[in-house]
């Protein structure tokens, strides 16, 4: 069975980088389009920034400069690499991929997250 396995996360002051994974196991033909959402305490989830098939990236604005989403295709996994980090950063991070099994179709798929804790 096919899962988005996710590590990264931690407790880190501001200022400072953590990178995210997430990473396919089981057998998979590849990641399309993917995603990292994130969700603060009593707010609700969040698009932090995604990356299509094809290489077209986004970022919301609070991020934009700070975070770089990026994949490695051969490996099946999925990254965002978090610096300057601040304590509104603070969540639990999700990514959200649809794969590819060669069908025809692609599913949706979440990872289980991972949460990113920013002191100041």
């Known amino acids: 069975q096919v899962q988005l396995v996710e590590s990264g996360g931690g407790l880190v002051q501001a200022g400072g980088s953590l990178r995210l994974s997430c990473a396919a196991s089981g057998p998979i033909f590849r990641m399309n389009a993917m995603a990292w959402y994130r969700q603060a305490p009593g707010k609700q989830r969040e698009l932090v920034a995604s990356?299509?098939?094809?290489?077209?990236?986004n970022y919301i604005n609070s991020v934009k400069g700070r975070f770089t989403i990026f994949r490695d295709n051969a490996r099946n996994t999925a990254y965002l690499q978090m610096n300057s980090l601040k304590p509104e950063d603070t969540g639990v991070y999700y990514c959200?991929?649809?794969?590819?099994?060669?069908?025809?179709?692609?599913?949706?798929?979440w990872g289980q997250g991972t949460q990113v804790t920013v002191s100041s």
């Open positions: 990356l299509t098939s094809v290489g077209s990236i």
């Open positions: 959200n991929a649809m794969i590819d099994f060669r069908t025809g179709h692609e599913y949706n798929f």
